[in-house]
Every structure is written in structure tokens, then in C-alpha cells.
């Protein structure tokens, strides 16, 4: 470390440049773990016409983790719909719109590169 005339090694150290270090990125999904708190309950598979609080953690996951533009109502319609068999597609799974514990795996730790 090259000292300056009139700065200390311990000034220089405790200066922002020299303790500054690139944060890490957020992990996948942990936006989704912050904000959608509807139902963690992943035992019962949901599809299109189910309706509940299940439907809103599936709505809110998507906006949250995959930048969905969904209405978190908790109605599992056409939009619902339409986004997890998107999000399915991408994972590698069978994109059959319905959400059981495959599909719950990749709402809640999205895959890189499947964002809406």
C-alpha cells in the first residue's frame, strides 16, 4: 500500500476505496422470500379455476422471481396460467400449467435466464 505524505495507513485503510468490495449478487429467488408471505404450503397441487392463498404465493412468485406483471387475487386464471406453463417450459419441465412440487421448486429458486 502506497502511503501518502499526509494520510496514516490507518486512514488510508478505513478510506471507502480501500474497504469497498463488490456485494454479491442476490441469490435466486430471495426476492420472492422477501415479499410473497401469502402460503408456504407446498403439499396440494394447484391449477387453473383453484382459487386461495396458495394461488396468491404462485401469483406473487411469479411477479417477484420471473418479473410477472400479475394481479396477486388469488383466482389461478388464463394469466396464472399462461405464466407457469412459461416459467415450466423454461425449468425443463412438462408445461402443463399446474403447479405441484417440481414447479413450486423452480417458483421458489428461479432457473437463470427464465425471466418474463
Known amino acids: 500500500m502506497e502511503l ?5 495507513a490507518k486512514d ?9 468490495s463488490p456485494s454479491p449478487a442476490a441469490a435466486p429467488g430471495a426476492a420472492g422470500r422477501a415479499n410473497c408471505r ?3 404450503d ?4 394447484m391449477a387453473k379455476g ?3 392463498s396458495k ?8 411477479n ?10 388469488g383466482k389461478f386464471g388464463d394469466s396464472t396460467d399462461t405464466a407457469v406453463c412459461a416459467v415450466q417450459r423454461c425449468s425443463g ?15 421458489d429458486t428461479p432457473m437463470a435466464g427464465c425471466g418474463h
Do not use: E, F
Not at 488510508?12 to 469497498?20: F, L
Not at 394461488?55 to 411469479?62: A, G, P
Not at 419441465?93 to 417458483?107: E, S
Open 12 to 20: 488510508q485503510a478505513a478510506s471507502p476505496a480501500a474497504s469497498v
Open 55 to 62: 394461488v396468491k404465493q404462485i401469483q406473487c412468485l411469479l
Open 38 to 40: 401469502y402460503n408456504w
Open 93 to 107: 419441465l412438462k408445461a402443463d400449467g399446474q403447479v405441484g412440487p417440481q414447479t413450486w421448486k423452480y417458483l
Open 42 to 45: 407446498r403439499t396440494q397441487t
Open 50 to 52: 383453484m382459487v386461495g
Open 64 to 73: 417477484n422471481n420471473y418479473d410477472y406483471t400479475l394481479t396477486v387475487d
Open 4 to 8: 501518502h505524505p499526509s494520510t496514516s
